[in-house]
C-alpha cells in the first residue's frame, strides 16, 4: 500500500507532539503532548502554513498517520546561486518502524526538493542515533559535516 | 575599530563570490570569480532579499567588506514551538582573519537570532575544518550531531 502526503493542520497536533516527545534524545523534553493544541504549537504550525519556502507534512498509510517531517527551502550565493532543501523533524511512529516507510519518506522528500530546483539537500541528526545515520548514508547521503547546535 | 553590518547587494556579489571561492574546500568548485553579478547570483540575492526568514550580511570595518554570513529563520513545532536560527556561509576575508573578527560577527549573529525569537541557532561544518569546530566550540556551540549532505 502506498504512502500518502499531505500539509500538517492543527487537527495533527496530537499526532506530531507525541511522536516527538517520545523521540527525544535530548535528556530534557520540553514538550507537552497533553496541550498539543496550546497557542505556541498553533502559532509555530501558522508560521510553517504562511511561508511559501515552509512545508510540514504528514504521511499516511491507508488513511491513518504513520509519520512526519519538515522541509525547508533555502536560497544561497554559492554553487552559482543553488538552493538547499534542509529536512528537519523526521518522524515515524514507533510502531510503523521496520517497514521502510522511512525510507519511503525520504525520497518523497527528496522529490520535492528536486521539484523547487534544489541542487543539495541537507539534514543533521544526533550523534548518538547510530542507526538513523546509517539510515541516511544508505539513502545517498555523505556525512561530510560536524553539527553544531547552541541554544539561547 | 567595531565592525559594521548590512544587507548585502548586487555591489557585494564580486566579493562574496571571489571569499566563497576561496574557501570552498569540495574539491569541485564551481563558483565563477570571473562573473559574480551573473543572473543565477542576482537571482539568489532577490529570493534572500525578499525572503523575511532569510538574511544575507555583509560585514564592514571602516567601509570595507571583511566578511559574510547568512541566517535562516525557521519556525517549527518541537520545543513548543520554538523557532531556531541557521547559519550558513559564513566567511572572513583571509586577510582579515585572526583579528577576532570571526567571533565579533558570530556573536552579532546569535543576537539577531535572539532578537527574532529563536531558542536554538544551528551550523554545520565540514569535517576538514578542524579550526572552525574549535571556534564553534569556543563560542558556546555543542557539537552534538553528525551533517548529511545530498546532491541531488
Not at 10 to 23: K, W
Not at 43 to 63: K, M, S
Not at 77 to 94: N, T
Not at 126 to 149: C, I, M, P, V, W
Request: proline share 7%; aromatic share 10%; charged share 20%.
Amino acid at each position: 500500500m502506498p504512502l500518502t502526503y499531505r500539509a500538517a493542520t492543527s487537527a495533527d497536533l496530537p499526532f506530531m507532539v507525541a511522536l516527538i516527545t517520545a523521540d527525544d534524545v535530548s535528556g530534557t523534553p520540553t514538550d507537552d503532548p497533553a496541550a498539543p493544541n496550546a497557542p505556541h504549537y498553533e502559532q509555530a504550525l501558522a508560521a510553517i502554513a504562511t511561508d511559501p519556502n515552509q512545508a510540514l507534512y504528514i504521511v499516511e498509510l491507508a488513511g491513518a498517520p504513520v509519520g512526519t517531517f519538515q522541509l525547508t527551502f533555502i536560497p544561497g550565493i554559492m554553487r552559482k546561486g543553488m538552493w538547499r532543501g534542509l529536512i528537519e523533524s523526521v518522524h515515524v511512529s514507533p510502531e510503523q518502524r521496520n517497514k521502510g516507510f522511512g525510507k519511503q519518506m525520504m525520497r518523497w522528500a527528496l522529490e520535492r526538493c528536486r521539484e523547487r530546483g534544489c541542487g543539495m539537500v541537507q539534514l543533521t541528526s544526533n550523534k548518538k542515533r547510530l542507526d538513523a545515520h546509517r539510515f541516511y548514508r544508505t539513502l545517498g547521503f555523505e556525512q561530510s559535516h560536524e553539527g553544531f547546535k547552541l541554544f539561547l
